[in-house]
């Protein structure tokens, strides 16, 4: 009786030992070398665009020049002027009618009626690899680069790195757009003023 008094007790004890000992293996710190935890990235505080409005007044306090055109389904046009390293921008930006999603569409260039065989093959390669595609908008025969499917409830700092990354995309595939760039080969494949528009297009 003595015998089983005694080792009960140290029975517990080992149990218990052996449950700590568990414990601190199954809750010891991950994430890299030295038992630091991973470092997070900081969260987007900056206030949404809300409206037109809204993106207006942001896109002024950034000192872009910002000009408004109601459109005939009761939607809004912004015509923005961006002026970034030595280039001069111009960014349309129209609403759907409801004013809730936008675009980004950057015209480029001058008017040309047609683009050489070459130049489309080039344009339609660099569509699989960026963000957007560049078009050939027929109301006013002018190439464009254009990004869909964006938000009013997109963040002001998320638009002005979407806002960055387009105009990249427009800066990096000058040489693609650039019609004067291009050998028009064959008889009359473009027609009309070929160039880098220096005033309200992009240079």
Known sequence: MMR????????????ACGTAVVNAQTTSPTGPAGGQPAAQPAADQSPRLGSPENLVAYLQRLGHTVQTQTRQDGG???????????WTYTVE??????RSDFSLICPLGSPASQLSPAQMLALL???????????FRESDQRLCLEDDDYSVRITEAGFRSCLDRFLQAVHDNHNIWDTTRWPLAG???ATGANGVNTGSAIR
Not at 76 to 86: C, G, S, T
């Open 93 to 98: 930006i129209p609403f759907n009618a409801n």
């Open 187 to 189: 008889p009359a494949l």
């Open 125 to 135: 390669k660099a569509n699989a690899r960026i963000r957007g595609y560049f078009l």
């Open 4 to 15: 089983l008094t005694f080792s009960l007790p140290v029975a517990i004890v080992l149990l």
């Open 76 to 86: 809004i046009a912004l015509f923005v002027a961006i002026r970034q390293n030595d």
